[in-house]
T-cell receptor, first 115, second 114 residues
Framework: DARVTQTPRDKVTEMGQEVTMRCQPI?????VFWYRQTMMQGLELLAYFRNRAPLDDSGMPKDRFSAEMPDATLATLKIQPSEPRDSAVYFCASGRQGGGYTEAFFGQGTRLTVV | AQSVAQPEDQVNVAEGNPLTVKCTYSVSGNPYLFWYVQYPNRGLQFLLK??????LVKGSYGFEAEFNKSQTSFHLKKPSALVSDSALYFCAVRDSRGNEKLTFGTGTRLTIIP
């Protein structure tokens, strides 16, 4: 049963620390999305990649957030330094471009708490 | 800019009754429309999509949605609600051109009352 895998599932960290979240997309998927979910803002797109290249990262705070795809099986989202306002659930999703559209499959998320 | 409105934060339906979760959208050009469901402490699960073709789309777990271009709506429906349908439902839209950014609504919490 193919699925998007995210690690860690939960992370509690102190303000100022670096946080790295990882995502393994579904094998064969060439598009990866990072979303953040909060009560106040709902689901926000942070960035997305096609064939490992960033296509849109306009939703991501550039000063502290960075997203990369070192290879086709791994996407990372890094926050340095972390702040309490970064507390949220971060979702990775992957899809395959085909027929002109990508249907996104979501991982279970990383719940980040910054204290 | 594209947007999605889910006008109801909460919908309560008696078990066995039909349910509707409303969604309207705004997008340049032709829309691609999606419904996702989220259970507690879980990721979003895909339910159904409209890309082109028949305006009535059938999806998982007996759900269906009707695309109405004139009303820019894509309401989610099910003929007979189950208690297990209780969850948070999200409508999403993107345009049919190159940008694959999915814009989500704020979600509707559906509660099925036994």
């Amino acid at each position: 049963d193919a699925r998007v895998t995210q690690t860690p599932r939960d992370k509690v960290t102190e303000m100022g620390q670096e946080v790295t979240m990882r995502c393994q997309p579904i094998l064969g998927h060439n598009t990866v999305f990072w979303y953040r979910q909060t009560m106040m803002q709902g689901l926000e797109l942070l960035a997305y990649f096609r064939n490992r290249a960033p296509l849109d990262d306009s939703g991501m705070p550039k000063d502290r957030f960075s997203a990369e795809m070192p290879d086709a099986t791994l996407a990372t989202l890094k926050i340095q330094p972390s702040e309490p306002r970064d507390s949220a659930v971060y979702f990775c999703a992957s899809g395959r471009q085909g027929g002109g559209y990508t249907e996104a499959f979501f991982g279970q998320g990383t719940r980040l708490t910054v204290v | 800019a594209q947007s999605v409105a889910q006008p109801e934060d909460q919908v309560n339906v008696a078990e066995g009754n039909p349910l509707t979760v409303k969604c309207t959208y705004s997008v340049s050009g032709n829309p691609y429309l999606f419904w996702y469901v989220q259970y507690p402490n879980r990721g979003l699960q895909f339910l159904l999509k409209y890309i082109t073709g028949d305006n009535l789309v059938k999806g998982s777990y007996g759900f269906e949605a009707e695309f109405n271009k004139s009303q820019t709506s894509f309401h989610l429906k099910k003929p007979s609600a189950l208690v297990s349908d209780s969850a948070l439902y999200f409508c999403a839209v993107r345009d049919s051109r190159g940008n694959e950014k999915l814009t989500f609504g704020t979600g509707t919490r559906l509660t099925i009352i036994p």
